[in-house]
């Protein structure tokens, strides 16, 4: 699969926004991430379809972008977490 430098540069700016959306998704109440992934997925999948990609390239373009999402919003889930304990034990041990 070749990708011309049109499809190539809407790739790499869907890629660099990944950290974003992230941000994003881990934001919203967890109840409601699972739409907004399913959601983000869909998009993905209509812009590689777009780009004129067959629809096997669409799909592993979609997949391996969203499996690069999810393991932002997980890095992120676990960075606050982290925060949250930090802050516990601050608060905590600081009586």
């Known amino acids: 699969m070749t990708l011309g430098p049109e499809q190539r540069n809407i790739i790499e700016a869907i890629v ?3 950290p974003h959306l992230a941000d994003a ?3 919203i109440p967890a109840e409601y991430q ?3 992934l399913k959601a983000a997925e869909s998009s993905y999948l209509k812009t590689f379809r777009r780009l004129g990609l067959s629809e096997p390239e ?3 373009w979609a997949s391996s972008v969203m499996r ?3 393991r932002h919003v997980t890095k ?3 960075t606050e977490n ?3 304990k930090k802050l516990y034990e ?3 041990f600081g009586q």
């Open 58 to 60: 669409s799909q592993t």
């Open 82 to 84: 982290d925060k949250l």
């Open 16 to 18: 660099a926004g990944l």
């Open 25 to 27: 998704v881990s934001a």
């Open 34 to 36: 699972a739409k907004a």
């Open 76 to 78: 992120k889930e676990l």
């Open 68 to 70: 690069r999402l999810r």
């Open 90 to 92: 601050q608060l905590s």
